[in-house]
Nanobody, 115 residues
């Protein structure tokens, strides 16, 4: 069992920045992928970024060159640095832990970008 807690969401003006954090606890393991996903009102949940246990990252085209995902293994924490935020980035952001066929999700943190 893996428990995930996201934080760092809030209200920001367009062009601003936020940093999201996701702390993992429980039986985390050593080979897994962490991801950030988001779900805007009336839309499906979509991938934002992922990072493997080896540190390789992958980003959705819509956030490339604006968002950066990183991890601190000593703190079992992943981060999502979001710069140049746009109103269309408004969504609930979720953290996900994945290993083999098992996924765990956090409860999400709301990011609202005003124009």
């Amino acid at each position: 069992q893996v428990h995930l807690v996201e934080s760092g969401g809030g209200l920001v003006q367009a062009g601003g920045s936020l940093r999201l954090s996701c702390v993992a606890s429980g039986i985390i393991g050593s080979i897994y992928t962490m991801g950030w996903y988001r779900q805007a009102p009336g839309k499906q949940r979509e991938l934002v970024a992922t990072i493997t246990s080896g540190g390789s990252t992958n980003y959705a085209d819509s956030v490339k060159n604006r968002f950066t995902m990183s991890r601190d293994n000593s703190k079992n924490t992943v981060y999502l640095q979001m710069n140049s935020l746009k109103p269309e980035d408004t969504a609930v952001y979720y953290c996900k832990w994945s290993a083999f066929t098992t996924d765990y999700w956090g409860e999400g943190t709301l990011v609202t970008v005003s124009s």
